[in-house]
């Protein structure tokens, strides 16, 4: 029998954070059975409202449930290594509070892990099937291109990085090296379960906000926003260094910035024909390299959907 815990990290989920729990004991309840017996823990992030009163009211009339509480906010990454240190299932896998992805999907990816004999499993709204559903304009289009950079990071071999719903051997969950303990610390598990030559296999998945999340959505932070874009592309970036090579050909103003200080400087002419010629040349080459990592990354997205599309048929 397969053992398997479910995360679910919680931080002022209001209201509705009972509700959500007793529909995922519901569904599980019907897949419990002579393979797999499933267990709960739930983190509360240090929440200043009656999420963790509702967490204890779940565990007070259920078997299997451990209510852990941080006594300050920490962010998602120190709640997921609170909870990967306390799980000992064979399997564990993260549900996110308010079930933006249903519990479907946790079930299949639990499954694909078995069929697949993988160590982690990710749920995918931006791979082939995928799709995310009543997600504000903004935060969807952040979502996206900020995958769409760590997917480049991966030569493409993933499409979605930043979901937390994912399936973990356990054994594995508990020897991921992650330093963030905000958001960012997600994918920077996964590269680092990739620099560690782990099985990690992607399923479809649906994203799908309810329509009081959505209404709950109260502008645009900008300073937020700013911080987890620069931290992603920092991530990108240390996963893949290649990709430093390709930053001077993105900025078609570099030649005539160069050639300007050069003059400002005062310097001879040879000085001035040299540092002009090594700039064209940098710029140059860095444009072919950056086309050719896009090439690699848009080939292999073609040739796996391709793939898929042959399977299906």
């Not at 499933?38 to 209510?67: C, M, N, P």
């Not at 020897?175 to 782990?198: N, T, V, W, Y």
């Not at 926003?225 to 430093?244: D, E, G, I, K, Y």
């Not at 540092?275 to 086309?291: H, M, W």
Request: proline share 4%; net charge positive; aromatic share 8%.
């Amino acid at each position: 029998m397969t053992s398997v815990t479910i995360i679910v990290p919680a931080y002022n989920e209001g209201a509705a954070f009972g509700a959500s729990l007793t529909t995922l004991a519901d569904y599980f309840a019907m897949h419990r059975g002579d393979e797999r017996e499933f267990h709960y823990l739930i983190v509360d992030d240090g929440s200043s409202d009656e999420t963790f009163e509702a967490a204890q009211r779940f565990a007070r009339w259920r078997d299997k449930v451990r209510v852990l509480r941080h006594e300050r906010n920490r962010g998602l990454g120190a709640a997921l290594r609170t909870a990967f240190a306390q799980t000992n299932t064979d399997v564990a896998v993260v549900l996110d509070a308010d079930l933006s992805y249903s519990p479907a999907i946790a079930m299949d990816l639990v499954e694909s892990l078995e069929r697949e004999n993988a160590d982690i499993a990710l749920a995918s709204a931006y791979m082939s099937g995928g799709s995310v559903v009543n997600v504000p304009f903004v935060r969807r289009v952040l979502s996206r291109e900020a995958n769409r950079l760590l997917s480049l990071a991966t030569s493409g071999r993933y499409a979605t990085l930043t979901c937390m719903v994912r399936a973990y051997r356990t054994e594995v969950a508990k020897r991921l090296e992650f330093c963030s303990d905000g958001m960012i610390a997600i994918p920077e598990m996964l590269l680092h379960a990739l620099r560690q030559k782990l099985r990690v296999i992607e399923r479809p998945a649906t994203l799908q906000w309810s329509k009081e999340r959505a209404a709950q959505v109260r502008g645009f932070n900008f300073r937020r926003a700013a911080t987890q874009t620069s931290a992603t592309v920092a991530l990108a970036f240390h996963h893949r260094p290649a990709l430093w090579l390709a930053v001077p050909g993105l900025f078609p103003g570099l030649l005539p910035l160069v050639v300007a200080i050069l003059l400002i400087m005062r310097v001879p002419p040879a000085t001035l024909a040299i540092g002009t010629t090594i700039t064209i040349v940098v710029q140059y080459t860095s444009l072919a390299l950056f086309t050719g990592q896009l090439v690699a990354f848009f080939g292999r997205k073609f040739s796996s959907k391709r793939l898929r599309s042959n399977g299906a048929t």
